[in-house]
């Protein structure tokens, strides 16, 4: 037991450190008691004893009273707030500490000139070479798909410079990235329809945070940087398929756990830039945790896999009972059954390239590879991983998979 420290004490300080009223008021103090004293007694708002409650007579006397003894009121200044509140153990005194506020993801993107970005990239087609759309038409299949998952843009691989595989995910290598989806998506056209599916994912944080917060994630960008990548990459995308296809329909998921409503706000000015420029492009732009959209008789539910709230295990890799329930019950709901003739659950976040017929009677359960390289967490303790993107094609209610790994 530590030495204890004798002092004077007035009533008020006795009653504030829960100790009985002395003749001499001179009491034996702990440490932990000694440091409230000395906050007490040197604080603005001491403590006084305060009328709490009140009873009268019929006559409108005081017949009788009751004192409590507590401090005014903390006022945490505009723009500040709490971020941890400490409570004595012997008293249970409190003392707050704030900071100032952390930008929210809406609070900054409501500053975005969503005008003066969209006139930034409203005049590409010059650049890319193009005078008017024309495209090739390919009609072996009846639409093909290009499925993208967790770019992570923002994210650095090897903060400490102490990584096992150096992998690099820069500016540069984003957009070497973006051309080798486009070329192999070229290659293994086989229809003049494509759907674009970017299931999540496609920024690393804001703030240098995920989207609950609290959990750090090492960047190499700033917000504003990641931003202006992450649409330049999208439009590079956009840009280099548009003169082989008649249509292209992309379709993001804007809910997760790593961009969610930055991610969004990517994904609106993407859309208002495209569906301005082109008329044979539209954007339809996810917010919901399990989303789907139908192509004939084809049903595809597309989801990160994580939300930006809530989940923090979503839909594992390899599907397990919760997680059949919990598809079974979307489609369910959304009367799926009875219009689709093949359903194919489509999902991210896991980082993992598994393609699961079987498990469910009902419904394909499919995960996409990462197309960013693995975090330098992931690597340490676990291994490289493969990074990808995948092409598809359907002829009816068959489906043609084409595997592209990136090294």
């Known amino acids: ?47 006084k004893f305060v ?19 507590q401090s005014k009121p903390i006022e945490v200044p505009d723009n500040f707030e709490v971020i941890k509140v400490s409570t004595s153990k012997t008293t249970g005194q409190q003392w707050i500490q704030y900071a100032p506020k952390k930008e929210t993801i809406e609070e900054a993107v409501e500053s975005f000139d969503f005008k003066s970005i969209i006139e930034k ?23 093909d798909k290009l499925i993208i998952t967790d770019v992570h843009i923002g994210m650095d691989t090897d ?19 973006a051309q080798i989806v486009i070329d192999k998506t070229l290659e293994e056209q086989e229809s003049d329809i494509l759907y674009v599916d970017e299931l999540g994912d496609l920024l690393d944080g804001f703030n240098a945070q995920t989207t609950r917060g609290g959990h750090a994630l090492p960047q ?9 990548y992450a649409l330049e990459f999208k439009l590079k995308i956009l840009y280099g398929l548009i ?11 804007c809910n997760d756990n790593h961009s969610g409503a930055f991610g969004y706000f990517v994904n609106e000015a993407f859309k208002q830039i495209a569906e301005l420029q082109f008329k044979n492009v539209t954007v ?17 539910v597309i989801s990160h896999g994580k939300d930006d709230k809530s989940l923090k295990f979503g839909f594992k890799p390899q599907l397990d009972l919760k997680g059949v329930d919990k598809i079974d019950q979307y489609l369910k709901q959304n009367k799926i059954y009875k219009d689709a003739e093949l359903i194919i659950f489509c999902k991210g976040d896991s980082h993992q390239l598994l393609m699961d017929m079987c498990t469910s009677d009902d419904f394909y359960y499919f995960n996409y ?39």
């Not at 709490?52 to 009273?65: A, W």
């Not at 082989?244 to 992309?250: A, L, M, Q, R, V």
């Open 1 to 47: 037991m530590g030495d204890k420290v004798r002092v004077r004490l007035n009533k008020s300080e006795i009653e504030f450190l829960g100790l009985k009223v002395k003749k001499d008021n001179r009491h034996r103090l702990t440490e932990e008691q000694h440091k409230e004293l000395i906050t007490l007694r040197t604080t603005p708002n001491k403590r």
């Open 51 to 69: 009328e709490t409650i009140k009873k009268l007579d019929k006559n409108g006397r005081t017949i009788s009273s009751t004192e409590k003894l």
């Open 121 to 143: 990239y409203i005049n590409p087609l010059d650049i890319y070479g193009y005078d008017t759309v024309t495209y090739k038409s390919t009609n072996l299949k009846d639409f």
């Open 159 to 177: 903060i400490d410079n102490n990584t096992m595989y150096k992998a690099e995910w820069d500016k540069k290598e984003l957009f070497k990235t």
């Open 220 to 228: 190499n960008m700033t917000n504003e940087e990641a931003f202006d």
């Open 243 to 253: 003169g082989s296809y008649k249509e292209i329909h992309f379709n993001n998921i």
């Open 284 to 300: 339809t732009n996810h917010r919901k945790f399990i989303n789907h959209y139908f192509v004939k008789e084809i049903c595809f």
């Open 369 to 407: 590879p990462a197309l960013s390289p693995s975090s330098n967490w992931i690597k340490n303790n676990f291994k490289l991983g493969r990074r990808g993107f995948v092409n598809e094609s359907y002829k009816g209610l068959k489906h043609y998979q084409k595997i592209n790994f990136i090294k």
